[in-house]
């Protein structure tokens, strides 16, 4: 079981020297995961600070020697997948192996896809999502890789170098319970970020419902195979037994990654911050 801190890059997190900051404490905190949220716009009314995950995971990676670091979630379908290769190798040799990818259709459709012309169709991004993740995936592998697809074409080419981890960096999908196929594109990698449709950005799952994901995800994977099961919500700075026992109840729900959420449900920013040192949920 790992702990880690899941952040919004946007409004009161939207400058990236403070998350640099965040991450830092986070690690002395004794964290195992820094996460970050990856948007181009949260909000046009009103219109708040938005920074780059990417160049801040950089930072990040640069000035922190133990926690684990990534995205959660990037949507695959307004990037391009071998610019996206580059700059995960890229973080994954400055961290010396502590990144995680996390993958997904993207959301608000409206303000991240429609508004720069990209098309929202939910089936044209789960498909470029799953061609993206091919691409990348086998670029990194530093041998010689061509594609021929749908919606991306890549001529034969290398790329080195490789990531530092083997085999591969890990991929973690999110996907929207009861939507089947997430689940299912999530059982081809290495873990799963779920939530629920319907509920509020405040709200989290129960463990029924986190258990009833598990199961159905696993039963698509050999039943041998390492799998993470990352899950997102909110645990009291003040009261710890509280906070242990929310998480333990997910925990016999299957999940293996528990990544306490510092947005709207915390009231400043130092409270944020203070949840961050208190320190993770464990025993």
């Known amino acids: 079981m790992r702990y880690g801190v899941h952040v919004q890059n946007s409004d009161r997190f939207g400058d990236p020297r403070i998350l640099v900051e965040m991450a830092q404490d986070a690690e002395s905190a004794g964290w195992d995961g820094f996460f970050l949220w990856d948007h181009l716009v949260y909000s046009k009314n009103p219109v708040v600070p938005v920074t780059d995950p990417w160049v801040t995971l950089a930072a990040i990676a640069a000035t922190t020697r133990h926690i684990s670091l990534g995205t959660m979630v990037t949507p695959l379908a307004r990037r391009r997948p071998w610019i996206v290769a580059r700059e995960t190798v890229a973080l994954d040799v400055l961290s010396e192996g502590r990144l995680i990818l996390g993958v997904g259709l993207g959301d608000p459709v409206a303000l991240e896809f429609s508004a720069f012309g990209e098309d929202g169709d939910t089936r044209l991004r789960a498909a470029k999502l799953d061609e993206a993740l091919e ?9 010689p890789f061509r594609y021929d697809g749908t919606h991306y074409t890549v001529n034969e080419t290398t790329f080195l170098p490789q990531p530092v981890q083997t085999p591969r960096i890990p991929i973690w999908v999110a996907g929207e319970w009861p939507n089947k196929p997430p689940f299912r594109r999530a059982a081809r990698w290495d873990g799963m970020f779920p939530s629920v449709r319907g509920l ?8 029924h419902d986190l258990r009833q994901i598990v199961q159905f995800t696993r039963e698509q994977r050999k039943p041998d195979e390492p799998f993470d099961v990352a899950l997102g919500g909110y645990t009291p700075a003040g009261d710890h037994e509280n906070a242990v026992a929310i998480v333990d109840a997910y925990v016999d729900a299957g999940m293996t990654w528990w990544l306490e959420g510092l947005n709207v449900v915390r009231s400043s920013f130092e409270d ?12």
């Open 200 to 207: 509020s950005v405040d709200e989290m799952m129960s463990p």
């Open 272 to 283: 944020c911050r203070t949840r961050i040192r208190v320190g993770p949920p464990k025993r």
């Open 135 to 143: 691409i990348v995936t086998g670029l990194w592998t530093g041998q």
